[in-house]
């Protein structure tokens, strides 16, 4: 955590170096990184109230008052009385608040365009990611939408190391689990049926945040696997799991298969919440020792004969879940 919270701060001192915000006025204009957040929401927002404004930026009544104050006598701003509420001003830039705005808008343009001009493509799209990632970790944005898409290239190594580092974090597996996983994914590419195997990977905001696999089974031909289901932990409570495991069956179905078969673990209670949902039966378990853990494994079967899937509409949706082997 030392180590991490350095990173954190190292990081937080070169972009606030970078974009200018401990300059004396802001992008080469007289107002402090306060004040131009200020004059920004008032472009931006319909004649807000003070107690918006305070809530959007997360400041102090009192700071944000003054800072309006300061605004208003150099003719910026201008309060009016609210129709709805007379207690409370509606806010609002007068014509030298919008021209001061404008300027303000167009030397940010231009500062982050003089930023990733000098990038590489890849580079740039690297960094929009991460910022958006970024973005999605800290504020834990529930309503962010997610897409599925299929695998591409990089995908396989992404979903090993994420795999590895989650369930190390969170469950203790050692490196044991990590090879299973490579091993998972290497067989998938491989031998892959594009015809009768798929693997999904979920986005939010362009940034990979769960993923599934659908492959044959090697020794029954009417039955598919469903592995590796996984979703990260900043994404879960979106319904992904619910998601993927519906993709999966949906294909299953499509693809002919009869039944659905997957092996789990006792410990992974999310995950079981939605395959019951979905209609898997636990059918077999048995302690074993494996990724340097004492476990129960367990295996879970569909049986698609017949299966209706109007349960991967449900507006009652359980937590997204871990993962699957």
Same mark, same amino acid.
């Given at each position: 955590?030392?180590?991490?919270?350095?990173?954190?701060?190292?990081?937080?001192?070169?972009?606030?170096?970078?974009?200018?915000?401990?300059?004396?006025?802001?992008?080469?204009?007289?107002?402090?990184?306060?004040?131009?957040?200020?004059?920004?929401?008032?472009?931006?927002?319909?004649?807000?109230?003070?107690?918006?404004?305070?809530?959007?930026?997360?400041?102090?009544?009192?700071?944000?008052?003054?800072?309006?104050?300061?605004?208003?006598?150099?003719?910026?701003?201008?309060?009016?009385?609210?129709?709805?509420?007379?207690?409370?001003?509606?806010?609002?830039?007068?014509?030298?608040?919008?021209?001061?705005?404008k300027t303000l808008d167009e030397r940010s343009n231009q500062?982050?365009?003089?930023?990733?001009?000098?990038?590489?493509?890849?580079?740039?799209?690297?960094?929009?990611?991460?910022?958006?990632?970024?973005?999605?970790?800290?504020? *834990?944005?529930?309503?962010?939408?997610?897409?599925?898409?299929?695998?591409?290239?990089?995908?396989?190594?992404?979903?090993?190391?994420?795999?590895?580092?989650?369930?190390?974090?969170e469950y203790g597996f050692d490196d044991t689990f990590e090879?299973?996983?490579?091993?998972?994914?290497?067989?998938?590419?491989?031998?892959?049926?594009?015809?009768?195997?798929?693997?999904?990977?979920?986005?939010?905001?362009?940034?990979?945040?769960?993923?599934?696999?659908?492959?044959?089974?090697?020794?029954?031909?009417?039955?598919?696997?469903?592995?590796?289901?996984?979703?990260?932990?900043?994404?879960?409570?979106? *319904?992904?799991?619910?998601?993927?495991? *519906?993709?999966?069956?949906?294909?299953?179905?499509?693809?002919?298969?009869?039944?659905?078969?997957?092996?789990?673990?006792?410990?992974?209670?999310?995950?079981?919440?939605?395959?019951?949902?979905?209609?898997?039966?636990?059918?077999?378990?048995?302690?074993?020792?494996?990724?340097?853990?004492?476990?129960? *494994?367990?295996?879970?079967?569909?049986?698609?004969?017949?299966?209706?899937?109007?349960?991967?509409?449900?507006?009652?949706?359980?937590?997204?879940?871990?993962?699957?082997?």
């Amino acid at each position: 955590m030392d180590d991490q919270a350095a990173d954190f701060r190292r990081f937080t001192r070169m972009y606030t170096r970078l974009i200018g915000v401990l300059d004396e006025g802001l992008l080469a204009t007289p107002y402090s990184l306060a004040e131009a957040r200020v004059i920004y929401e008032l472009a931006t927002g319909e004649s807000p109230k003070a107690k918006d404004v305070a809530e959007a930026l997360g400041l102090d009544p009192g700071y944000l008052s003054r800072i309006l104050t300061k605004l208003e006598k150099a003719g910026l701003a201008r309060r009016s009385v609210s129709k709805e509420d007379s207690r409370a001003a509606r806010l609002a830039l007068t014509r030298k608040g919008r021209a001061a705005f404008k300027t303000l808008d167009e030397r940010s343009n231009q500062q982050a365009a003089a930023v990733l001009d000098r990038l590489l493509y890849a580079d740039r799209d690297e960094l929009i990611r991460s910022m958006k990632a970024i973005e999605r970790i800290l504020t *834990g944005r529930a309503d962010a939408p997610y897409v599925l898409r299929p695998h591409r290239a990089g995908d396989m190594g992404f979903v090993t190391h994420r795999e590895a580092v989650v369930y190390a974090a969170e469950y203790g597996f050692d490196d044991t689990f990590e090879a299973l996983v490579a091993k998972i994914v290497s067989d998938f590419v491989t031998k892959f049926d594009a015809r009768r195997e798929r693997c999904w990977i979920a986005e939010v905001s362009g940034a990979p945040v769960g993923h599934i696999f659908l492959v044959k089974h090697p020794e029954r031909p009417d039955t598919a696997k469903l592995r590796l289901l996984f979703v990260e932990p900043s994404a879960r409570g979106k *319904g992904l799991g619910h998601a993927l495991v *519906g993709e999966c069956v949906r294909f299953a179905q499509s693809a002919g298969y009869r039944k659905v078969t997957l092996w789990t673990q006792s410990v992974l209670g999310a995950a079981h919440r939605i395959y019951q949902q979905a209609g898997f039966q636990l059918v077999s378990e048995a302690p074993h020792h494996s990724f340097g853990q004492d476990l129960i *494994g367990q295996t879970w079967e569909l049986d698609l004969d017949g299966y209706n899937a109007s349960w991967t509409s449900s507006s009652d949706r359980p937590p997204s879940s871990t993962s699957t082997r």
